[in-house]
Every structure is written in C-alpha cells, then in structure tokens.
C-alpha cells in the first residue's frame, strides 16, 4: 500500500517555470501547487519533459486531486481510505473516441498486471477484446485541451512497432486520476522486474512521460518535389510522428531522430531549391539516408521545435534505441 501513497504524491516532476516561456499559468499558482506536491514526496519522482500547456493540465487537474486526497478523503493519514493503485488488476469503463467516425463511447477497460496488459472491449459482455495493449510500451499522459475534455487522457501504446493512440475521458475527475496512477504502478512493477539491479529514482523517469512537443508544420515527400502539407506533429522522445488531424489513432508516418554521433543534424532553413512551401520558417533534418524537410508558420515555432530536435540529437543513443533505428530502416 505504500506505493499507492508514493504515486499519488509524486506523479510528476515539478519542473522550474523559469525554464519554459509559459504565458498560459499564473507564477504564483505554480510555486502554490509546486510546494503542495512535493510536502510529503517520497522517492518517485516522474523525470518529464512537458509543454507549457501540458504543465498547466496537468498540475490543475492532479492538484485538486492531491488536495481532495489529503484534505477531503484523507487518504494520507488513513491507509485503508487509499485507492489500491498497487494491486495489480482494475477494470471499469471510460468513454472513449471511435477510430473513424470520433464519437466517444463507453467501452470496458481492463488492466491486468498478470497479463501485462491494459485491454479494452467493444460490448460489456464481449469475451475478446478489441485491443491488448502491453504494459510494455505503453504511456498515458493529460491531454484536455486536445480531446476537448477536462479529465482527457491520452493512452499510447506500440503495435507493430508503430504508435496507436486511444483517447478517453471520465466524467469523474478522481475516477480519471485513479487510472493514470494504476497504469504507472502497473508500469514500476513491470520495469522492476525488467531492470531488478535498478533503483526507485532510474525506474521512476520511465513510468510515463509526456511528449517533448506537438504542433502543426508542413512537410513534402522524400523527393522534394510534392507538394507540402499541413500536419500534426508530435515527438515522443526519438519518435517524430505526424498525422492528419491531432487526433488520429495512427500516425500517418513515423521519423526516428538519432544522434549527432550516429549523423543526425537539425538545420534552420531549407535547401534553395525547395518550392511548394507556405510557411517560410523551414527546419531540415538530416540522417543518415536523407533528409526531411518541415515548415513551421512562426520563427518563435520554428526555434521550439529546433530545441526540441536539439535535445535528442544531443543525447547519445542507448543501446536498446540502436535496434528501434535498424526497424526504422528496415520498414516498407
């Protein structure tokens, strides 16, 4: 039961604002939920990048639910009031956004530590489910503003070593926040066993994780010469995936963003004979077998995103991400 009360209060890392140029929070409200959230922090403590609007969604909504915690449920000082984040198994049903015709629905939801998979079902006394996502790869992050729900989570997982999103939400805030934090328990008892020589604090920044940052740019094809479009852009750590609409369960391609040791580049600009653009702040990324070639609508766009490449391409590659490169090359 200990880990239920080291989830709740430590969900995620409360970033400095002064490293983010966020005009959509309150300074002071900030330091407020900063200094609540880290009263009675433990050991886990979620290592994320996060957008400005992603910090504001999340720290709104895991706030009031910290204090209802403490305050209204008193969680905190009676251990049997504490949601069983660490048991291993829940079910209920959350409304979730159709893949084609995006209505939201409510669908059963199980996650099963024994299975090692969060699974959901299309009919309540449907025998097989719809979807098996493996506790593996999967990630969970607050996306309001983007599902146009307060309580919007947004549930990524691999299948075929490609991303599939699935959006949902609940009415209930608590009932939201309740399965955020069991889909990260179920995620630190997964990588203990995967990793068991590693401590708390290197198993933490790996529970989940919000995505380094989206945003719509255009883009051309691998000749040059189509024309461009506009696309959703969204770069979960090495991942650079795009889409068609913000919503989308696929992406419409997937571009893997290395190191500068392995060749990888990010250059303001486009080559000076590239037509077809309508935004003229260009960004090329240059790997080993080509290069892509994006425009953003604003300089200040275009900056963030160079950043955000930046970061990744001046991190040195982990030996597991070499063999996510070799599929990356490898794909049709």
Known sequence: MQCCHLLFQSIITLLNPATYSCVFCDHTKFQTTRRLLNQSSTILIVDVIVTSRQIVAALVLLREQWIRAKYERNEFEFIEKQEPYSAGYREGFLWKRGRDNGQFLSRKFVLSEREGALKYFNKQDARDPKAIMKIETLN?????????????????????????????????????????????????????????????????????????????MEKTGPKHTEGFKKRWFTMDDRRLMYFKDPLDAYARGEVFIGSKENSYTVLAGLPPSTQGYHWNHGITIVTPDRKFLFACETEAEQQDWIAAFQRVINRPMRPQEYAVEAHFKHKP
């Not at 939400?169 to 995620?187: C, G, L, P, Q, T």
């Not at 020589?197 to 989206?214: I, Y």
Request: hydrophobic content about 40%; aromatic content about 14%; overall charge positive.
């Open 140 to 216: 969970a992050t607050f996306q309001p503003a983007k599902i146009g729900n307060p309580c919007g989570l947004q549930i990524t997982y691999l299948k075929d070593n490609s991303t599939r999103n699935i959006f949902v939400y609940h009415s209930d805030a608590k009932e939201m926040v309740d399965w955020f934090n069991a889909i990260r328990a179920a995620r630190f008892h997964y990588l203990q066993v995967a990793f068991p020589g590693a401590s708390d604090e290197e198993l933490v920044p790996k529970l989940t994780r919000s995505f380094m940052k989206e945003g719509f």
